[in-house]
């Protein structure tokens, strides 16, 4: 089969602003790409044709931030945690003596098996990270295994390992530490937070990367207000992620940039922080995405839809706001929201990346919190589920 048509959609959000939100659609599949989407009326023949009975379709999600490269799991620390304990990051350095013993399979397996369980939940392209890491050896490992997913972001700045010196290690980040990752990555991260990387060792992470012609990407105001969105706006990163304390100047540095805010309402959940105030974002007009931040230790979730019903019922953010934050935010995080082969929406060109929810529409997901609504996904037209 090269070709399929999947007809009698109930709603079919493309996030196309020409082509918006349809009902009795259909799409059209070949090989990779979708080839035709309009109204089921009209849809023309393929090889093969799937009746979803009125179910609605969502471009599959865009989780732009994971950290699968890991290994190990922090069960102890997250119980404690809900015992009372605060969530200081510093458990980030268990996970690197994990990722560190274990063998090049063992990771590579790890993050295979994360990346199929976020497909078979409608996720169809993944960004994520190194960090766990810290040393030359282990980052560029690490880089290397992270080719399986969509998009690699280099974070030696995750922390400064421990028995280290912040601005010694910052040096080997940003010298040899680049020099031996840049081929392997797209992009550059840095963990901008107290506790991390002050704003001076951030802005030097993140120019060495810009100079070796890498994208930016900054973790920022996560656990208390501080500088990483101004920085992330200053050095046009493509987006910043957390926000979970943002100034209203934040909040208007970010709406006047192009700088994405990337939302990980469950990480909040799980540090038990509060919440982002996305509506503040969305109405002063920055783009806000929502992605998983999968890790094992602030957010061990690879649920999209979990993140989006969060957004709807704690957020204020609308169905629509939620839907096209998880799908066509990350895409524009990930600078792959447009042209040829384009994730996060349903247009003649774009990948064949699809999300059939067993619902009449989009607003179940959060309607139904909880709930499994995955009937069928296709990843770059390969029916993964
Ligand atoms: O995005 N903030 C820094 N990094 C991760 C935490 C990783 C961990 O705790 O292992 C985050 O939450």
């Known amino acids: 089969?090269?070709?399929?048509?999947?007809?009698?959609?109930?709603?079919?959000?493309?996030?196309?602003?020409?082509?918006?939100?349809?009902?009795?659609?259909?799409?059209?599949?070949?090989?990779?790409?979708?080839?035709?989407?309009?109204?089921?009326?009209?849809?023309?023949?393929?090889?093969?044709?799937?009746?979803?009975?009125?179910?609605?379709?969502?471009?599959?999600?865009?989780?732009?931030?994971t950290h699968l490269v890991f290994a190990g799991d922090r069960t102890a620390e997250f119980a404690a945690r809900m015992a009372g304990k605060p969530y200081q990051a510093g458990g980030i350095a268990v996970t690197v003596r994990a990722t560190r013993a274990a063998t090049d399979e063992e990771l590579a397996a790890n993050l295979r098996k994360h990346i199929a369980e976020a497909a078979a939940q409608g996720t169809t392209c993944v960004e994520?990270?190194?960090?766990?890491?810290?040393?030359?050896?282990?980052?560029?490992?690490?880089?290397?295994?992270?080719?399986?997913?969509?998009?690699?972001?280099?974070?030696?700045?995750?922390?400064?390992?421990?028995?280290?010196?912040?601005?010694?290690?910052?040096?080997?980040?940003?010298?040899?530490?680049?020099?031996?990752?840049?081929q392997h990555v797209g992009w550059c991260d840095v963990f901008c937070e107290k506790g991390a990387f002050d704003a001076d060792q951030s802005r030097r992470v993140l120019v060495a990367a810009k100079e070796r012609g890498l994208g930016l990407r900054?973790?920022?105001?996560?656990?208390?207000?501080?500088?990483?969105?101004?920085?992330?706006?200053?050095?046009?990163?493509a987006s910043v992620d957390h926000c979970t304390y943002l100034s209203e100047s934040d909040v208007d540095a970010l709406a006047g940039s192009d700088t994405v805010a990337t939302l990980l309402p469950a990480c909040d959940l799980s540090t038990r922080q509060s919440l982002p105030d996305a509506r503040a974002l969305v109405d002063a007009g920055a783009t806000v995405a929502l992605a998983?931040?999968?890790?094992?230790?602030?957010?061990?979730?690879?649920?999209?839809?979990?993140?989006?019903?969060?957004?709807?019922l704690q957020m204020r953010?609308?169905?629509?706001?939620?839907?096209?934050?998880?799908?066509?935010?990350?895409?524009?995080?990930?600078?792959?929201?447009?042209?040829?082969?384009?994730?996060?929406?349903?247009r003649v060109g774009a990948r064949a990346d699809v999300h059939v929810l067993d619902a009449p529409s989009a607003t179940w997901l959060a309607y139904r919190p909880g709930v499994p609504l995955t009937h069928a996904v296709w990843r770059r037209g390969v029916r993964v589920r």
Not at 299 to 309: K, L
């Open 292 to 312: 998983s931040n999968c890790n094992p230790g602030s957010s061990y979730t690879s649920s999209m839809a979990f993140c989006v019903a969060t957004a709807v």
């Open 1 to 65: 089969m090269t070709s399929t048509v999947i007809t009698e959609i109930g709603e079919l959000t493309t996030n196309d602003d020409e082509i918006g939100t349809l009902t009795n659609a259909a799409l059209v599949i070949d090989h990779d790409r979708i080839v035709w989407v309009g109204p089921a009326t009209s849809a023309p023949d393929a090889d093969e044709r799937l009746d979803v009975g009125g179910r609605a379709v969502l471009p599959g999600w865009v989780d732009s931030h």
């Open 128 to 182: 994520t990270k190194t960090g766990y890491g810290l040393t030359v050896a282990d980052e560029l490992r690490a880089a290397k295994i992270a080719a399986q997913a969509d998009e690699v972001t280099f974070l030696g700045a995750h922390l400064v390992p421990p028995g280290g010196d912040a601005d010694s290690y910052v040096d080997l980040v940003c010298g040899e530490m680049l020099d031996a990752v840049a």
């Open 218 to 237: 900054v973790h920022g105001n996560q656990l208390a207000p501080g500088p990483g969105v101004r920085l992330a706006v200053e050095l046009g990163a």
């Open 317 to 346: 953010m609308s169905i629509d706001e939620a839907v096209r934050a998880a799908t066509w935010g990350g895409a524009r995080a990930l600078r792959r929201e447009s042209g040829e082969g384009a994730v996060g929406v349903l």
